[in-house]
């Protein structure tokens, strides 16, 4: 019982700590909007988060909404390149040694420098943002993939030597269930890393979603819709790698 009062008590100890430092910063520091200012100048986004007055003015879900679809298809798109590549790599040594200095030239790329090679590639703002999260977002998917095949038993090798089984059932009866906590552990680092992308991304091209409203509004001076379009990220962030440990915690319960 008591653990569970420390687990509902202890973070909202910590979020008030987190306000009051916010409100101590805003009382030093000229132009920073304080909590209530935020909430006063925010609250017609977060009470009527789905409408749309315009192009530029829309309710803060629905912006969430727009930014979510774009990374659901990116870091979809990452995951079907990233993870038979991870396999690729793991199984094959003369494939890892001709590709992993490839992979660890490429993987440390900042989004910033993917996004305009995007839109020379692609000519439009969607399919460039795709382009650069799917990119960000595989290698965690290929490197987990690649050291959960790694990481697979000689034993488990031999048991389907001795049984004889066929490529096809090594696969799926050997392969993919030892596999698999590693390759969710790494799903789960692509989507914050997909997350993270198509901040960055909407903010370069201006496309309607979170970030694309956040630098809006930090052109046009109005510092507390910047930070709500802060916490917006940080809890939707937070609520994404959630679900994706519920799915590990319970793949690895099977």
């Known amino acids: 019982m008591r653990s569970k009062i420390a687990a509902i008590v202890l973070p909202v100890i910590g979020m008030l700590v987190l306000v009051a430092i916010w409100a101590i910063v805003a009382a030093n520091v000229q132009d920073f909007p304080s909590p209530m200012k935020t909430w006063q100048e925010s609250k017609i986004y977060i009470l009527q988060p789905f409408d749309k007055r315009g192009e530029t003015d829309q309710g803060i879900l629905r912006l969430a909404y727009y930014s979510l679809v774009r990374v659901a298809k990116g870091f979809l798109l990452g995951i079907v390149i990233g993870t038979p590549l991870g396999f690729l790599l793991g199984l094959l040594k003369t494939v890892n040694r001709m590709f992993d200095p490839v992979i660890q030239v490429l993987r440390p790329i900042s989004p910033l420098a993917w996004l305009p090679l ?11 943002a795709l382009f650069t999260i799917a990119l ?47 390759m969710f552990t790494g799903y789960r680092l692509s989507l914050g890393v997909a997350w993270l992308v198509i901040v960055a991304s909407e903010m370069l091209t201006g496309t309607p979603g979170v970030g694309g409203f956040l630098w809006q509004e930090y052109n046009s001076l109005i510092y507390a819709h910047i930070l709500l379009c802060i916490l917006t990220i940080g809890i939707v962030g937070f609520l994404l790698d959630r679900m994706m440990g519920y799915v590990e915690f319970k793949l690895r319960s099977l």
């Open 118 to 128: 995007g839109l020379i590639i692609f000519q439009k703002s969607e399919p460039a």
């Open 136 to 182: 960000c977002s595989m290698w965690p998917t290929v490197i987990n993939t690649m050291s959960g095949v790694r990481a697979i038993p000689q034993e488990y090798w031999n048991v389907a030597k001795v049984l004889r089984l066929s490529r096809v059932a090594t696969f799926t009866k050997v392969l993919i269930p030892a596999t698999l906590p590693y």
